[in-house]
């Protein structure tokens, strides 16, 4: 594949799927599918679904949940099955959640432990005025597009408080979502009506908007010396992760987040690492490296993903790469792949390929 069409991120981003997808084989077949079939589709094997210590590509989950929702013709798989999901099955992230004091806790934990999960994802908790915005997005905006996760994250979260609160028709006053532009009136309408909320779309992540008061709402699945033991075994985890990454692939990473965050600037990446600029600088000339070729190098690759979603113009992606002029996104681009981003994206037409994975 030229370079013009590989839009890749430092590293592959991976995902355990036994903490995610406990019982999908059970669920496929109550419905009538073949588990086997559909795992064979989407690349995977049924030891992937089980191994507590296996990872897999991030991008065949992805698929494997919109290859479920094709293969039982249920638009709303992916928040039916989040729905009926235990989080104690969703590993260290659940576990330690549900064993929290307080709701404010379990979900700082999911922030937390997150990476023990999945890599590559960004998990957000934040209160403005009365309201607690509790949401989750891909460092790579294309997996965004994915609709069945975003469903299945949002429906685990719930599942959370509702679980931890011991009340199971609690929900958030909103849900907010990616683009649902090609959703039916009567889809929606079903939507809205498995969420017990009112949905609104649009977003660059997916999440839900609820009282900031039920944050300090005591959790009756409290469990202070599971907590402790699960924390343990999730720190353990996650250092284990931070010695595998490669400090590039680490310091791109970084950079990614905060250009979706839209504050790219070089003091920010520092501050997010607990460097000084100086120290940044030095570490990055240490390599051959400096902050605007690293920073040209991430927005590339978003750039190439952000344009796979037909549903994105060329104006929002600019801005989404935090560029404040459509013209020099333009430039920029074409600096890159050696054509403007409309005709890039033109010749996808032309000739399709699937969404590149990173290398």
Same mark, same amino acid.
Request: proline share 6%; net charge positive; charged share 25%.
């Given at each position: 594949?030229?370079?013009?069409?590989?839009?890749?991120?430092?590293?592959?981003?991976?995902?355990?799927?036994?903490? #995610?997808?406990?019982?999908?084989?059970?669920?496929?077949?109550?419905?009538?599918?073949? +588990?086997?079939?559909?795992?064979?589709?989407?690349?995977?094997?049924?030891?992937?679904?089980?191994?507590?210590?296996?990872?897999? +590509?991030?991008?065949?989950?992805?698929?494997?949940?919109?290859?479920?929702?094709?293969?039982?013709?249920?638009?709303?798989?992916?928040?039916?099955?989040?729905?009926?999901?235990?989080?104690?099955?969703?590993?260290? *992230?659940? /576990?330690?959640?549900?064993?929290?004091?307080?709701?404010?806790?379990?979900?700082?934990?999911?922030?937390?432990?997150?990476?023990?999960? *999945?890599?590559?994802?960004?998990?957000?908790?934040?209160?403005?005025?009365?309201?607690?915005?509790?949401?989750?997005?891909?460092?790579?905006?294309?997996?965004?597009?994915?609709?069945?996760? /975003?469903?299945?994250?949002?429906? @685990?979260?719930?599942?959370?408080?509702?679980?931890?609160?011991?009340?199971?028709?609690?929900?958030?006053?909103?849900?907010?979502?990616?683009?649902?532009?090609?959703?039916?009136?009567?889809?929606?309408?079903?939507?809205?009506?498995?969420?017990?909320?009112?949905?609104?779309?649009?977003?660059?992540?997916?999440?839900?908007? @609820?009282?900031?008061?039920?944050?300090?709402?005591?959790?009756?699945?409290?469990?202070?010396?599971?907590?402790?033991?699960?924390?343990?075994?999730?720190?353990?985890?996650?250092?284990?992760?931070?010695?595998?990454?490669?400090?590039?692939?680490?310091?791109?990473?970084?950079?990614?987040?905060?250009?979706?965050?839209?504050? /790219?600037? *070089?003091?920010? #990446?520092?501050?997010?690492?607990?460097?000084? *600029?100086?120290?940044?600088?030095?570490?990055?000339?240490?390599?051959?490296?400096?902050?605007?070729?690293?920073?040209?190098?991430?927005?590339?690759?978003?750039?190439? /993903?952000?344009?796979?979603?037909?549903?994105?113009?060329?104006?929002?992606?600019?801005?989404?790469?935090?560029?404040?002029?459509?013209?020099? @996104?333009?430039?920029? @681009?074409?600096?890159?792949?050696?054509?403007?981003?409309?005709?890039?994206?033109?010749?996808?037409?032309?000739? +399709?390929? +699937?969404?590149?994975?990173?290398?």
């Amino acid at each position: 594949m030229s370079a013009a069409h590989t839009a890749s991120l430092p590293a592959v981003p991976t995902i355990n799927l036994a903490s #995610l997808m406990y019982g999908l084989d059970d669920y496929l077949r109550e419905r009538g599918a073949v +588990p086997d079939a559909i795992l064979g589709r989407a690349g995977l094997a049924a030891e992937d679904l089980t191994d507590p210590e296996r990872r897999v +590509p991030l991008i065949r989950f992805l698929g494997l949940l919109e290859i479920c929702a094709d293969e039982l013709r249920d638009p709303h798989f992916g928040l039916r099955f989040g729905i009926q999901y235990d989080p104690r099955h969703g590993g260290v *992230v659940g /576990n330690v959640a549900l064993a929290s004091r307080t709701v404010r806790g379990a979900l700082q934990t999911i922030a937390r432990y997150l990476p023990t999960m *999945v890599d590559s994802a960004i998990y957000r908790l934040e209160v403005e005025g009365g309201s607690a915005y509790s949401y989750s997005y891909y460092i790579d905006p294309l997996m965004m597009t994915y609709r069945q996760k /975003n469903d299945w994250g949002v429906a @685990f979260v719930c599942n959370v408080i509702r679980q931890g609160l011991g009340q199971p028709d609690w929900a958030p006053a909103e849900v907010l979502l990616p683009q649902l532009a090609d959703e039916s009136v009567a889809a929606r309408r079903e939507r809205m009506s498995l969420l017990r909320a009112k949905v609104r779309s649009g977003h660059a992540w997916a999440g839900i908007r @609820f009282d900031a008061a039920v944050l300090e709402r005591p959790m009756k699945t409290a469990n202070a010396t599971l907590e402790r033991l699960m924390r343990h075994y999730g720190d353990l985890q996650l250092a284990g992760l931070e010695t595998q990454g490669d400090e590039h692939a680490r310091l791109r990473r970084s950079i990614a987040q905060l250009v979706v965050e839209g504050d /790219n600037s *070089v003091e920010r #990446l520092a501050q997010s690492l607990g460097w000084s *600029v100086r120290t940044l600088q030095r570490r990055l000339a240490a390599r051959g490296l400096n902050y605007s070729d690293l920073l040209a190098q991430v927005r590339k690759t978003l750039a190439l /993903n952000l344009l796979e979603n037909p549903s994105l113009g060329i104006a929002q992606i600019a801005y989404c790469l935090g560029y404040s002029e459509v013209s020099t @996104f333009n430039q920029a @681009f074409r600096r890159w792949v050696g054509q403007p981003p409309r005709d890039y994206r033109n010749s996808r037409k032309s000739s +399709p390929r +699937p969404p590149s994975t990173p290398d």
